[in-house]
């Protein structure tokens, strides 16, 4: 799946425009404030109906307009085109799929995957584990159908645990059966993600960072060798007094680790930026791999925090994904030589967008 054409009516400071994409390298240039991560927010809106930076919509239409409208032709994997439009008007936000509405956000992400590389991509090394969960089931989600029946299932019955520990023994352990049930089954799908995202962030850390010491490590978020009903129960009094469950996937989390040390502490920001691309890379290539379906991949400002030397690097391990990736760079001179691949070349000025042929 890739975007073909997408055209975006008042976001941000782009009135109008119209680009036409490559299912490979697209770039996108301009300087700053001319619109470059205005263009992946864009993107962004279009596949997960959310904007990136904000979650009030009405900061994201044009200043003195009322609507947002994006809207795209999709190329499947078949050859064949779909056509995705996104709108907010309002206050309310509308997805269609060839005219017809989307009402779930599983839908829509499962329709065009969206990943991203920004500032904001080194929280999942620098922030606490909430982002790094979040990371890894957009992996699972994307290369195992059944997760996220489960991972419902298990957040539903979670909440009534929480719930029942104040009110009702019988009613607890119910629910503690009902969370072990789903907990084993989240933790395998986790467990084997991880273990095929390995080689490949491995084979990224060694190719862009040179080193072979940093480790990626899951932590189920409970001991998965003891079923979680039995820790439940033996916590219980202590949850009770808490409020809320201590133990089970909603803790998990993946550490990395350098040297034995946490990576964040013993990378400098542009390793950082390496370690987060090999992560978000590797994910890419998996689902490419497994579903036959490559996504699409943001990159904003792909020169920032790197020397020349080691954004070559990136952008080779980019390429080697398969997705299609959207690049944006304040200037042509901070990239590397890419003229081989042929990308799709594009300059924004004041919210002006121009293909560059
Ligand atoms: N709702 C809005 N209406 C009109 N203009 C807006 C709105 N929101 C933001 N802008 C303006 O859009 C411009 C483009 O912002 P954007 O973040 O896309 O720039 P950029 O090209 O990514 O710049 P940089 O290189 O600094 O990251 C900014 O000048 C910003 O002030
Ligand atoms: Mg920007």
């Not at 993600?193 to 480790?215: K, N």
């Not at 998990?252 to 350098?258: E, W």
């Not at 791999?289 to 991949?297: A, I, L, Q």
Request: glycine share 6%.
């Amino acid at each position: 799946m890739s975007v073909e054409i997408l055209k975006i009516s008042h976001c941000r400071n782009i009135e109008s425009a119209q680009l036409t994409l490559k299912s490979g390298l697209n770039i996108i240039t301009g300087a700053n404030a001319s619109g470059k991560t205005t263009l992946l927010e864009a993107f962004n809106l279009l596949g997960t109906g959310r904007s990136f930076r904000t979650s009030r919509l009405n900061h994201v239409i044009q200043a003195e307009q009322s609507t947002l409208t994006i809207f795209a032709q999709l190329r499947l994997a078949s050859g064949l085109n779909q056509k995705l439009g996104f709108q907010y008007k309002e206050g309310k936000r509308q997805l269609r799929l060839d005219g017809n509405p989307i009402h779930s956000g599983a839908e829509l992400a499962q329709l065009l995957p969206i990943q991203l590389i920004n500032q904001q991509s080194f929280d999942l090394i620098d922030q606490g584990p909430s982002q790094r969960r979040k990371f890894l089931d957009w992996g699972v989600f994307h290369v195992e159908q059944s997760f996220y029946p489960v991972w419902q299932r298990y957040m539903r019955a979670m909440k009534q645990r929480n719930a029942a520990l104040r009110q009702s023994i019988k009613q607890t352990q119910h629910w503690e059966k009902e969370m072990a049930a789903s907990a084993a089954t989240l933790h395998g799908y986790r467990h084997a993600y991880v273990e095929s995202l390995q080689p490949l962030f491995t084979a990224s850390v060694s190719e862009m960072l040179g080193c072979d010491d940093i480790t990626m490590q899951y932590r189920a978020g409970w001991d998965a060798e003891i079923p979680l009903n039995e820790l439940l129960a033996t916590n219980r009094d202590k949850d009770r007094e808490l409020g809320y469950s201590r133990y089970g996937p909603q803790r998990a989390d993946l550490v990395f680790k350098r040297d034995g040390a946490p990576a964040r502490e013993r990378l400098s920001r542009g390793q950082q930026k390496l370690l987060v691309s090999a992560l978000v890379l590797g994910q890419a290539q998996l689902l490419t791999n497994s579903t036959g379906k490559p996504g699409t991949v943001l990159i904003d400002d792909i020169s920032a925090e790197l020397d020349s030397n080691h954004c070559a690097k990136l952008m080779k391990v980019l390429l080697a994904t398969g997705s299609q990736l959207v690049v944006t760079a304040i200037s042509p001179e901070r990239l590397p030589d890419v003229s081989n691949e042929n990308p799709a070349m594009f300059h924004v000025e004041h919210g002006e967008v121009k293909e560059v042929v």
